[in-house]
């Protein structure tokens, strides 16, 4: 072969090196982004899921660059890259065997959330995102080997890997999941580390190739006999892991259906009482607005509600007040499709923005209110911005003067931090903040607290009776929560500066109430 045949070769064998770079550091990403989704429906999502999804992956792919560094060192060639490539198709394959296997023993534990994603995580991906690292020190160095220009070399397949990994986030995040599913997005980027892999073969006896395609279709067997390419979802939207399940036994009479996203139940509605209010917090809700109105429910309220869910609440109100103004800010447009296909609801006389409330609610600046509900908090991880000063400023400016003002929020019993930090935030704008709770426990355990402000005060009973529908009673507990537990002087006021929501929710990450 000529010099110049010889450099052709080397010049393209460095740009299939650096191919493999690009491609393999985007599945990584793929495979990062993925994992999110795929646990999401077991351990919901919050900022501690990512940072163990985040740190897992990124363990595994230092290990994974020190060991192929290490092989590069001690005579790895074309064919180590396609062994590692080709295991990381595998092992990314085995994830979805691994969480049918994982998912049932996590579930049935008193593990807390923080250490269940951990471990969802860790047995899921750690191995194909070592098996990841070890390419790209590998492909350098051979590479190295074909051209003097080291730090051309160096710096081009940094890039390259660098570049990969954007596209790979930026592709999974705003196309993949949502149209193909997090499961079909498992294996196809299984299949490319295959092709990607199998060039590096071809000078490789057959029996390499064909005992990793062997082992392939019998771990296939293995997960499609344990279900593991169904996906729980009923639908995969750009946000959520959603599901529509029969609680049929939670109503009285006749047929009930309930929204579950990700892993927490978001309402239930009743096939024909669209009125009937099943959850208690937000039968709670309604009541609220019935004692602080009164004889004023003959003139028609005007409702924003920031997060649709279910849309139990807005759908209870349009059959209750006919007449009413509903708005709802609803992020996710396929929560509305599903609702409105499986939950019974007709969104005739609602208007519906597919936006983050906080910005509907700032471009909606000749508006007044009667009643803002916020019912947007997801599980345990709550959406910080609706929770600051500047946001609850926000809100008072779009109420009436007699306007009302009410939340949800899951934490933890006999001592709610984010509950009393709320408060206090509110405090600083409206004159009346009441807490509520359909019941007292006898443990500490996880809540749904429902918060009410306002400055015009009506209610005078710590205790509120339902007028209407299921027989309930409700019951204030401002005293009894600021003098318990942590001191109120020591929980900070919610800014957009600083809100430590997840240091002051820790012991629900942290325990078994979380789950």
């Given at each position: 072969?000529?010099?110049?045949?010889?450099?052709?070769?080397?010049?393209?064998?460095?740009?299939?090196?650096?191919?493999?770079?690009?491609?393999?550091?985007?599945?990584?990403?793929?495979?990062?982004?993925?994992?999110?989704?795929?646990?999401?429906?077991?351990?919901?999502?919050?900022?501690?899921?990512?940072?163990?999804?985040?740190?897992?992956?990124?363990?595994?792919?230092?290990?994974?660059n020190w060991l192929g560094g290490r092989w590069a060192d001690r005579g790895g060639n074309e064919r180590s890259s396609g062994i590692a490539l080709a295991l990381a198709g595998v092992f990314s394959l085995f994830s979805l065997m691994a969480l049918t296997i994982v998912a049932p023993v996590l579930q049935n534990s008193q593990l807390d959330l923080v250490s269940s994603s951990f471990l969802y995580v860790l047995s899921m991906f750690f191995i194909p995102s070592v098996l990841l690292g070890i390419p790209t020190p590998l492909l350098t160095t051979l590479a190295?080997?074909?051209?003097?220009?080291?730090?051309?070399?160096?710096?081009?397949?940094?890039?390259?890997?660098?570049?990969?990994?954007?596209?790979?986030?930026?592709?999974?995040?705003?196309?993949?999941?949502?149209?193909?599913?997090?499961?079909?997005?498992?294996?196809?980027?299984?299949?490319?580390?295959?092709?990607?892999?199998?060039?590096?073969?071809?000078?490789?006896?057959?029996?390499?190739?064909?005992?990793?395609?062997?082992?392939?279709?019998?771990?296939?067997?293995?997960?499609?006999?344990?279900?593991?390419?169904?996906?729980?979802?009923?639908?995969?939207?750009?946000?959520?892991?959603?599901?529509?399940?029969?609680?049929?036994?939670?109503?009285?009479?006749?047929?009930?259906?309930?929204?579950?996203?990700?892993?927490?139940?978001?309402?239930?509605?009743?096939?024909?009482?669209?009125?009937?209010?099943?959850?208690?917090?937000?039968?709670?809700?309604?009541?609220?607005?019935?004692?602080?109105?009164?004889?004023?429910?003959?003139?028609?309220?005007?409702?924003?509600?920031?997060?649709?869910?279910?849309?139990?609440?807005?759908?209870?109100?349009?059959?209750?007040?006919?007449?009413?103004?509903?708005?709802?800010?609803?992020?996710?447009?396929?929560?509305?499709?599903?609702?409105?296909?499986?939950?019974?609801?007709?969104?005739?006389?609602?208007?519906?923005?597919?936006?983050?409330?906080?910005?509907?609610?700032?471009?909606?600046?000749?508006?007044?209110?009667?009643?803002?509900?916020?019912?947007?908090?997801?599980?345990?991880?709550?959406?910080?911005?609706?929770?600051?000063?500047?946001?609850?400023?926000?809100?008072?400016?779009?109420?009436?003067?007699?306007?009302?003002?009410?939340?949800?929020?899951?934490?933890?019993?006999?001592?709610?931090?984010?509950?009393?930090?709320?408060?206090?935030?509110?405090?600083?704008?409206?004159?009346?903040?009441?807490?509520?709770?359909?019941?007292?426990?006898?443990?500490?355990?996880?809540?749904?607290?429902?918060?009410?402000?306002?400055?015009?005060?009506?209610?005078?009973?710590?205790?509120?009776?339902?007028?209407?529908?299921?027989?309930?009673?409700?019951?204030?507990?401002?005293?009894?929560?600021?003098?318990?537990?942590?001191?109120?002087?020591?929980?900070?006021?919610?800014?957009?500066?600083?809100?430590?929501?997840?240091?002051?929710?820790?012991?629900?990450?942290?325990?078994?109430?979380?789950?």
């Open positions: 072969m000529s010099d110049a045949d010889a450099h052709a070769n080397n010049k393209l064998r460095i740009s299939w090196y650096s191919f493999t770079i690009f491609l393999s550091s985007a599945i990584l990403l793929v495979l990062e982004i993925t994992a999110g989704r795929l646990i999401a429906p077991y351990v919901g999502v919050s900022i501690y899921s990512w940072t163990s999804i985040i740190g897992v992956i990124l363990a595994g792919l230092s290990l994974g190295l080997g074909m051209d003097s220009r080291a730090g051309h070399i160096v710096g081009r397949m940094h890039a390259l890997a660098a570049l990969g990994s954007i596209i790979g986030t930026f592709l999974t995040g705003y196309v993949l999941i949502q149209y193909f599913g997090s499961r079909n997005v498992i294996i196809v980027s299984a299949l490319l580390l295959f092709l990607l892999a199998a060039p590096f073969f071809r000078r490789t006896p057959k029996t390499v190739p064909l005992t990793i395609v062997a082992i392939t279709i019998g771990l296939s067997s293995v997960i499609m006999a344990r279900s593991g390419f169904s996906t729980p979802c009923d639908q995969e939207s750009n946000y959520y892991c959603l599901r529509v399940v029969d609680r049929s036994d939670d109503a009285p009479f006749g047929t009930a259906k309930a929204l579950i996203v990700d892993h927490l139940m978001h309402g239930i509605n009743h096939a024909s009482e669209p009125g009937m209010m099943i959850s208690p917090y937000v039968h709670l809700m309604d009541e609220l607005v019935l004692n602080h109105f009164g004889d004023q429910q003959d003139v028609p309220l005007n409702y924003f509600f920031a997060g649709g869910g279910a849309y139990t609440q807005p759908r209870a109100v349009k059959a209750l007040y006919p007449g009413a103004g509903i708005t709802v800010a609803e992020l996710d447009s396929a929560v509305t499709d599903i609702v409105q296909k499986e939950l019974y609801l007709s969104t005739d006389g609602m208007r519906i923005f597919h936006r983050d409330a906080r910005t509907v609610l700032y471009r909606l600046k000749d508006e007044k209110f009667d009643v803002i509900v916020t019912d947007a908090f997801h599980d345990i991880a709550i959406p910080y911005h609706l929770v600051t000063r500047e946001f609850v400023q926000l809100v008072k400016s779009r109420l009436k003067a007699d306007g009302l003002f009410t939340a949800n929020v899951l934490d933890a019993f006999p001592d709610p931090k984010v509950v009393k930090s709320l408060m206090k935030t509110l405090q600083q704008e409206f004159k009346y903040v009441d807490i509520w709770l359909d019941e007292l426990p006898q443990r500490q355990q996880r809540m749904t607290f429902v918060i009410s402000a306002s400055n015009n005060n009506i209610i005078q009973d710590d205790v509120v009776h339902a007028r209407r529908g299921f027989e309930r009673s409700w019951y204030r507990i401002n005293e009894p929560l600021q003098s318990t537990g942590t001191p109120m002087a020591e929980l900070p006021i919610f800014t957009d500066d600083y809100v430590p929501v997840e240091r002051l929710i820790s012991n629900l990450l942290l325990t078994a109430e979380g789950r």
